[in-house]
């Protein structure tokens, strides 16, 4: 099947553990994203990537990095995990051309006890 | 910095009716609009994408106008029924490809 695959659908873990989401996309896509959906429904982006570069950083705590190690992954790695990290995060990717929208993941949720 | 808002926040009407979700945003410079549908606990589907020189997309009972000028756009839902109850959001792909989203509109479709 042609689409976004996120690892793991959901993730259990506690306040200062180290976590990672892993996303693939066999679409052929060149940029990748990552959102979050924050307990108030609202999806804002966090990263994107274009061909294994950082494109776009919004305000994120350095203890979010992702890593592409090709242009058809992006991974999304968390450090000293935290209650406010508790989430459902959102892997999406889109192609070149702009009359193309975007294809998103399934979603990851995340709750940190 | 663009900024969506998807007016009414929720609905609730009853099967058969038609219904019309809006959207509007700040900054007009956009290379296309989106509409995707969530279900709760779920990811997001994608509904409908009007290009930028787009006025309108329709698929099945759905139809999707685009204003870019007044920065508006509207879903529109013929005959709803009970399996189009979701949340409805509406995203907006502008300068450096970031895809905006707003606020949704959480729609319930009774029987």
């Known amino acids: 099947d042609t689409a976004v695959s996120q690892t793991p659908k959901y993730l259990v873990t506690q306040m200062g553990n180290d976590k990672s989401i892993k996303c693939e996309q066999n679409?052929?896509?060149?940029?990748m994203y990552w959102y979050k959906q924050d307990s108030k429904k609202f999806l804002k982006i966090m990263f994107s990537?274009?061909?294994?570069?950082?494109?776009i950083n919004e305000t994120v705590p350095n203890r979010f990095s992702p890593k592409s190690p090709d242009k058809a992954h992006l991974n999304l790695h968390i450090n000293s995990l935290e209650l406010g990290d508790s989430a459902v995060y959102f892997c999406?990717?889109?192609?070149?051309?702009?009359?193309?929208?975007?294809?998103f993941g399934s979603g990851t949720r995340l709750t940190v006890v | 910095k663009q900024e969506v808002t998807q007016i009414p926040a929720a609905l609730s009407v009853p099967e058969g009716e038609n219904l019309v979700l809006n959207c509007s945003f700040t900054?007009?410079?956009?290379?296309?609009l989106q509409w995707f549908r969530q279900d709760p606990g779920k990811g997001l589907t994608s509904l409908l994408l009007?290009?930028?020189?787009?006025r309108e997309q329709t698929s099945g009972r759905l139809n999707a106008s685009l204003d870019k000028s007044s920065g508006r756009s509207t879903l529109y839902i013929a005959a709803s029924q009970p399996g189009d109850s979701a949340t409805y959001l509406c995203a907006v792909q502008s300068s450096g490809d970031k895809l905006t989203f707003g606020t949704g509109t959480r729609l319930a479709v009774r029987p």
């Open positions: 999406a990717s889109s192609p070149r051309d702009r009359d193309y929208g975007y294809t």
């Open positions: 990537y274009n061909n294994k570069e950082l494109i």
């Open positions: 679409l052929g896509h060149d940029t």
């Open positions: 009007i290009q930028s020189s787009q």
């Open positions: 900054d007009s410079a956009i290379y296309n």
